[in-house]
């Protein structure tokens, strides 16, 4: 096989050779990802929702399957979307210069979703928020596989209304800026527009199979909500902006449906995080209920995120499964599906979930689950027991970014089977569960890595020093340690 660095500055050819060599004559499916922004694990129907309505996503599960255990590679926006696009926890992509940025820039070099379904004739396009790179310097979804782009590069503020925030994202046609600066006029428009690309774009590629990843902007702060949609949800101006987000995928199920595309396509929804809940903007952000913790928290209800899958007669319909998924398994799944063998040497963590999705097996291929939140490895799961690994509070190496992270004193154990809210630690009743993972939490940091350690199986691109921040952290434990 190639490597990963020769199959992406070298030769196209030999790339698409290497993806293709297992592509078989089986008619491949279309793919569609349906990623929210900062939606929580509680903010939908069928994941419990008491005043948020949701008939499309309750009627996709109700034709699908519902995972109750799935999970983003991070806690937050770009680290998830980037782990999602190349099966790989954050902590072992490759970032420009060797580097490994608290907020992830994955290198140009990495393998993504969109370049492995390409060479098997795949269309491609991704409609919304990118941030698996900086689409204006550095890494746009045009070099990473996608043949359209209709979006923002990354998020379009930190704050709970617009004009509050200095940022203001473009929206951007390809590598055309459309938009130099959205405002609210536009952020109310964003998931209508989005919603008729996907459309256009379906309806124009029903003749091949394609991929589009619908990422949409909302419900990340500032919000955005068009007209038909404002003030008549009992969920408040963040459930008008979920039930437009409902809305959006009932077209996409309708167009399918018109086109007799239903049968042969999978649709893929997760929310790339869970609800930002921080003072100041939580009466516009979501609910992780009965989880405990959100965005930028490693506690479940940062990365575990409702998630649902629908393939009509594949996919079983009605089912629910409680087996551990990730967003990191996608991009091996859908080279499965389209008949593609993914580079030998390309170590990657997500797994093939094809056998669980259509029902041949209720095991999940993970045997841990790793809370890495930023570069910090924070705790690991298995099917039942969540082991928390001590930490530091708003730790000042980080920046603005400490700001969420809480303390944790000494290790904690949780039963997930019996308190899903992690509220009561049972570390001191099962000592073995401890000691054995611990063992395997070694064995993370030292395959993947930590926030002072660096990982045999990290990837690094670039001549040079690898991780030359870590300098910063060392020096910052040092003194802490005093």
Known sequence: MFSVEFR????????????????????????????????????????????????????????????TDAYVGSPVCGPSRSALMTGSYPIRIAEPGNRKALHTIPHTKELMIPEVLKPA?????????????????????????????????????????????????????????????????????????????????????QEQPFFLYLAHNMPHVPL????????????????????????????????LKALELDENTLIVFFSDNGPWIEKGIDDHAGHADPLRGAKMKSWEGGPRVPCIMRWPGTIPAGETSGAI??????????????????????????????????????????????????????AIRDARWKLVLPRDAKPKWMGWWARMIDEVKTIELYDLEADLGETRNVAAQHPEVVERLMKQVERARAELGDAGTIGSGARFFDPGKKRPEIAKYNQWKSKASK
């Open 8 to 67: 992406k500055t070298g030769c196209a050819a030999a790339m698409a050779v290497c993806l293709a060599a297992a592509a078989g004559t089986a008619e491949k499916p279309n793919i569609i990802v349906f990623l929210t922004d900062d939606q929580g694990y509680n903010d939908v129907g069928c994941f419990g929702s008491p005043n948020i309505k949701t008939p499309n996503f309750d009627r996709m599960a109700a034709e699908g399957m519902r995972f």
């Open 121 to 205: 004739g795949y269309a491609t396009a991704i409609l919304g928020k990118w941030h698996a790179g900086d689409a204006k310097t550095h890494g746009d979804p045009l070099s990473q596989g996608f043949d359209y782009f209709f979006g923002t590069p990354k998020y379009n503020g930190v704050t709970k209304l617009l004009e509050e925030s200095k940022v203001r994202a473009p929206l951007m046609r390809n590598r055309e800026v459309v938009v130099p600066a959205i405002e609210q006029r536009e952020m109310d428009q964003l998931t209508t527009w989005y919603t008729e690309e996907a459309i256009r774009f379906i309806a124009k590629n």
């Open 224 to 255: 955005g909500v068009s007209d038909k949609f404002r003030g008549k949800s009992a969920g408040g101006f963040y459930g008008d902006v979920i039930e437009e987000l409902d809305w959006s995928l009932g077209e996409i199920l309708k167009t």
């Open 325 to 378: 998924v990730t967003t990191m398994d996608l991009l091996p799944t859908f080279a499965g599906l389209a008949g593609q063998t993914l580079p030998a040497d390309l170590a990657i963590d997500g797994k093939d979930i094809r056998p669980l999705i259509t029902g041949a097996t209720d095991q999940s291929p993970h045997d841990y689950y790793y809370y890495y939140c930023y570069t910090g490895l924070q």
